[in-house]
Nanobody, 122 residues
Framework: QVRLVESGGGLVQPGGSLRLSCAAS????????MGWYRQAPGKERELVAT????????????NYADSVKGRFSISRDNAKYTVSLQMNSLKPEGTAVYFC???????????WGQGTQVTVSS
């Protein structure tokens, strides 16, 4: 069992920035991947960014949706069980509930956070 707790959502103007954070707790020893997905009203949940915890975020260990490349950046702290999503140049199309995600390689099992609302509006 893994618990994921997100923070950092809120209201921001177009062109502004937000930073989301997600902390994993519980049976974290076998977690291999953490990242972020989002779901806008009436749409399917989609990938935003993921990172492999066992390696560096530089050199192919990260994966981004084409729509956020160059504007969003995913990172992890030194403990490797907390991930952040720096979102710059936000667009109204970025309005969605953002969900933290992780994969544990026992099972394997996927886990989801409760979600945090991001609203981009002037």
């Amino acid at each position: 069992q893994v618990r994921l707790v997100e923070s950092g959502g809120g209201l921001v103007q177009p062109g502004g920035s937000l930073r989301l954070s997600c902390a994993a707790s519980g049976s974290i020893l076998s977690i291999s991947t953490m990242g972020w997905y989002r779901q806008a009203p009436g749409k399917e949940r989609e990938l935003v960014a993921t990172t492999q915890l066992g390696g560096s975020t530089i050199g192919g260990s990260t994966n981004y949706a084409d729509s956020v490349k160059g504007r969003f950046s995913i990172s992890r702290d030194n403990a490797k069980y907390t991930v952040s999503l720096q979102m710059n140049s936000l667009k109204p199309e970025g309005t969605a509930v953002y969900f933290c995600y992780c994969r544990r390689e026992i099972g394997p099992s996927d886990y989801w956070g409760q979600g945090t609302q991001v609203t981009v509006s002037s």
